[in-house]
T-cell receptor, first 114, second 112 residues
Framework: DAGVIQSPRHEVTEMGQEVTLRCKPI?????LFWYRQTMMRGLELLIY????????DSGMPEDRFSAKMPNASFSTLKIQPSEPRDSAVYFC????????????FGEGSRLTVL | QKEVEQDPGPLSVPEGAIVSLNCTYS??????FMWYRQYSRKGPELLMY????GNKEDGRFTAQVDKSSKYISLFIRDSQPSDSATYLC????????????FGKGMKLTVNP
């Protein structure tokens, strides 16, 4: 079975540019999460969706960040305009209802903003 | 004080050593305790979970929870180079993944 698929795997961009990260969750999972990981702060939850509806976006750093989930098989995280402090690895994860809370992570998108 | 504290290491041990990884937490409502393993340039994956207090064993791995001390541990026996990874503790007050709180992760290297 295919896992969570993220693209691009690597992105290098210049400050001020728009960045769009993409995620395809595991089929049948109804929750989708966007995390950011840095050495300093570890893994931080940015936003999560349940049944395509944003439930908690309190982790989104500021208005430059936005996320959408137009259907059950696709989500995007957009940063506009990007800044050097946005450099991090961004993970998408999905899970199904109930259970103990196992998250299935993608391989991440490594973003470098120059 | 952060909800979950984890020493980021790094920790380097020889092959065959017993490894102890630990996390402390402040929220007494946490009931589900998990350990995720993250290989270099990969996403984290669930290694083990326990509910409430007690021990759970899976092969060379043992997860231990002491709720009275708000302290959890992961022990790795007979460590192997393939165990080299970052280990993140995670916990939440109820089942499900919505309120999962992660530690920062401890980077472990097992040297052959």
């Amino acid at each position: 079975d295919a896992g969570v698929i993220q693209s691009p795997r690597h992105e290098v961009t210049e400050m001020g540019q728009e960045v769009t990260l993409r995620c395809k969750p595991i089929s049948g999972h109804n929750s989708l999460f966007w995390y950011r990981q840095t050495m300093m702060r570890g893994l931080e939850l940015l936003i999560y969706f349940n049944n395509n509806v944003p439930i908690d976006d309190s982790g989104m750093p500021e208005d430059r960040f936005s996320a959408k989930m137009p259907n059950a098989s696709f989500s995007t995280l957009k940063i506009q305009p990007s800044e050097p402090r946005d450099s991090a690895v961004y993970f998408c994860a999905s899970s199904s209802s109930g259970g103990v809370g196992e998250l299935f992570f993608g391989e991440g998108s490594r973003l470098t903003v120059l | 004080q952060k909800e979950v504290e984890q020493d980021p290491g790094p920790l380097s041990v020889p092959e065959g050593a017993i490894v102890s990884l630990n996390c402390t937490y402040s929220n007494s409502a946490f009931q589900y305790f998990m350990w995720y393993r993250q290989y270099s340039r990969k996403g984290p994956e669930l290694l083990m979970y326990t509910y409430s207090s007690g021990n759970k064993e899976d092969g060379r791995f043992t997860a231990q929870v002491d709720k009275s001390s708000k302290y959890i541990s992961l022990f790795i026996r007979d460590s192997q180079p393939s165990d080299s990874a970052t280990y993140l503790c995670a916990m939440n007050p109820q089942g499900g993944s919505e309120k999962l709180v992660f530690g920062k992760g401890m980077k472990l290297t097992v040297n052959p």
